[in-house]
């Protein structure tokens, strides 16, 4: 890999530990040494032109005892770089690599050369569930300014935003919701499309090894308005009429998010929470309506 910018009175400043760089950073001027899982992020300065984003690359070092692991299923490793554990109050970022099985032998690896990689960002999703040793999480994938980026993972339609559902103590089978998922697909009804995958997880800032395997995960679509996932009209704050108020509404039967109190039925029996839009966004109207 090599570093480079198109204004040639540019200079490039780098840093490999975990830090922003700025411009008292080391230049780089000649090849850097990694022999370690190494973030590097980089930023150009040149004279009278404000300095560009950061743009980052990692290297992810694998460790002896997981160079003879494969799968038949694909293989998905995070490293957030010695940032600890999975944050419940917001996103952390994580570099992030896929390995799909290989066609010829039919069997993944996370020694391979990934078949994708992507800057991400992961945070534990659930709440009952929230704290089994097999943590579930939801995932963003990011661009280099830690915007969301629309990328096809395993061959399901590009999105930006996913679940990886962590099947333990309510499901030993490890199948049980992508089966009924995909029985709904089947007869035509939108679920979520899934695909199983094996995860590794490193935030220790070491090589990824055996110690970083967190078990057979179910990556699953986020169930969102969108063209490839919920396709419905978005519900504008405007839209307090018939007959664009009765179309759009994406509405959960869950616990509420911080905040949110959702509706309830004349007979004050507990009802759905909003999802989209969001429940400060509901108009008076809307609200009254629905």
């Known amino acids: 890999s090599v570093l480079s910018v198109d204004a040639a009175a540019a200079t490039i400043h780098f840093t490999t530990d975990g830090t922003v760089p700025t411009e008292a950073s080391p230049v780089y001027s000649a090849p850097i040494a990694i022999d370690a899982t190494t973030i590097v992020q980089a930023i150009s300065v040149e004279p009278g032109v404000a300095t560009s984003p950061v743009a980052s690359g990692w290297f992810m070092k694998m460790a002896a005892d997981v160079a003879d692991f494969s799968s038949d299923l694909p ?114 009804r939108y679920a979520p499309r899934t695909r199983f995958v094996e995860v590794f997880r490193n935030t220790d800032g070491g090589d990824v090894s055996a110690a970083d395997y967190v078990g057979v995960y179910v990556l699953i679509e986020k169930i969102k308005r969108g063209p490839d996932r919920v396709n419905i009209t978005k519900l504008e704050p405007h839209d307090n009429a018939e007959p664009k108020i009765s179309g759009g509404w994406l509405l959960k039967v869950d616990r509420a998010d911080p905040l949110d109190r959702g509706f309830t039925s004349d007979a004050r029996v507990a009802g759905p929470r909003y999802v989209d839009p969001k429940e400060s966004e509901v108009t008076p109207e809307q609200a009254a309506w629905i």
Do not use: C, H
């Open 75 to 188: 293989i998905m490793v995070f490293d957030n770089f010695d940032s600890g554990a999975v944050s419940t109050s917001g996103f952390q970022f994580s570099a992030m690599a896929v390995f799909e099985p290989d066609a010829a032998t039919g069997r993944s690896s996370p020694t391979a050369t990934p078949d994708l990689t992507s800057r991400s960002g992961l945070k534990v999703r659930g709440s009952s569930t929230a704290g089994f040793p097999k943590t579930p999480m939801s995932l963003e994938i990011w661009d280099q300014q830690n915007r969301d980026k629309d990328v096809s993972l395993l061959g399901l339609p590009a999105e930006s935003d996913w679940v990886l559902y962590s099947p333990y103590v309510f499901d030993r089978a490890l199948f049980r919701n992508a089966f009924i998922y995909e029985l709904s697909n089947q007869v035509g």
